[in-house]
């Protein structure tokens, strides 16, 4: 059996990330969240990949050509 994983996200720059959290905490803290959580999920799907071969995680980002 494979287990695939869809990760999306939003790309800082082409568009508004974390805007609810960015009301609060404002536009630049928002953002630095958004990366660390990015980076943070990037980070656990790397470590599965490679402990597993019959994982598969999946980018979906919406700007093509971000990807």
Do not use: C, N
């Not at 660390?36 to 919406?62: G, N």
Request: charged share 25%; aromatic share 8%; net charge positive.
């Amino acid at each position: 059996m494979t287990t695939a994983l869809a990760i999306f996200v939003k790309t800082p720059g082409r568009s508004r990330v974390k805007t609810r959290l960015a009301a609060g905490i404002g536009e630049p803290q928002a953002m630095a969240f958004h990366r660390l959580a990015a980076r943070a999920v990037a980070d656990v799907a790397r470590k599965v990949r490679t402990d597993r071969a019959d994982f598969h995680p999946y980018w979906a980002v919406a700007e093509l050509d971000a990807v």
